[in-house]
């Protein structure tokens, strides 16, 4: 699974590259990076509002039919498929726009914590070489098995990049490349190659940063009138609350890069779920349905009428 992931990281490693190449700041091409491809996700985010919108809009009717058919399960789901039929509703017209930013963000995720095979694209033989060659350093302990590794690799690459072994590793170009790439990871004073952990000092914004725009936007979202999450009862919505700490404590104990990017995935999805109430908000999207749905009958009588 995590190769399959690693695959899209390597393709968003391209954009990630380029938006580096222009600026030469990690943090900005983080936050160019994801704002791009939230920009390119935002059909599909429209179409899974729709799909809820139309879903919530049946509820009445197919709860009706329950009703009315609880000894007939046969019937029950004839029936249904009819009321899907007739107001032109798809049951599961949502599933695949709502996967697929699930798995857009992971292959962000692999681009941004492997920067060297997926943001530039160096042989995987190669960085495991350097890895190995770090390890042998006095003083140095590089876990080559790490998910973080390449970062942390990057972070004191300008002490070791000069040696021998290293251009008998990897080509001068490559080693121009790394170099450049390494000098980019400081944002407004923040060190992102650093752990908040092991640092401290002002890279613990990071963490609490992700706490509070993931606690801050799911809480304004259960509030938000019309949104699914509002409808979250129980422990659901404690759960809501959960995860955002879980993915602090992770950015607590990872290289900031990868928090920070979390921040930005944030912070972007909540501008963007801001735009959806207001724009695409369940209310105006049935409006919209319902006044299709009468000028598609009243095309059907009309043709019905011509045809007799």
Not at 6 to 28: Q, T
Not at 96 to 122: A, D, K, W
Not at 136 to 151: D, F, K, M, Q
Not at 170 to 189: R, V
């Amino acid at each position: 699974m995590i190769q399959f992931f690693n695959i899209f990281g390597s393709l968003f490693g391209y954009l990630l590259w380029a938006a580096y190449y222009l600026i030469n700041n990690f943090g900005i091409a983080i936050i160019i990076f994801t704002l791009i491809f939230k920009i390119v996700l935002f059909p599909s985010s429209v179409k899974q509002q729709k799909s809820m919108a139309a879903n919530a809009k049946l509820q009445a009717k197919q709860k009706a039919l329950q009703e009315k058919y609880s000894n007939d399960k046969q019937k029950y789901n004839e029936e249904l498929q009819k009321l899907y039929e007739k107001e032109n509703v798809k049951p599961f017209g949502g599933c695949l726009t709502s996967l697929l930013p699930m798995f857009v963000m992971l292959g962000i995720y692999y681009s941004v914590v492997r920067p060297l095979s997926n943001v530039l694209h160096i042989a995987t033989d190669k960085v495991t070489a350097l890895s190995e060659y770090i390890n042998t350093l006095p003083g140095v302990s590089l876990n080559s098995s790490s998910l973080y590794s390449e970062i942390e690799l990057i972070r004191i690459f300008d002490k070791i990049s000069t040696q021998e072994a290293v251009t008998e590793i990897l080509t001068g170009d490559e080693i121009e490349k790394i170099s450049l790439l390494s000098g980019g990871f400081n944002f407004f004073g923040l060190d992102l190659l650093s752990t908040p952990k092991f640092a401290g000092g002002w890279i613990l914004i990071i963490p609490i940063l992700c706490l509070v725009t993931s606690v801050g936007s799911q809480v304004f979202m259960m509030f938000m009138k019309g949104n699914p999450m509002s409808q979250q009862q129980g422990c659901m919505k404690y759960m809501f609350i959960a995860l955002p700490v879980l993915t602090a404590w992770i950015a607590y104990t990872v290289p900031a890069a990868v928090g920070f990017y979390w921040i930005c995935s944030t912070v972007f999805g909540f501008v963007q779920t801001l735009i959806m109430n207001k724009f695409y908000s369940p209310d105006l999207m049935n409006a919209k349905m319902e006044a299709q749905h009468i000028a598609r009958l009243e095309l059907e009588e009309k043709n019905a009428q011509y045809n007799r």
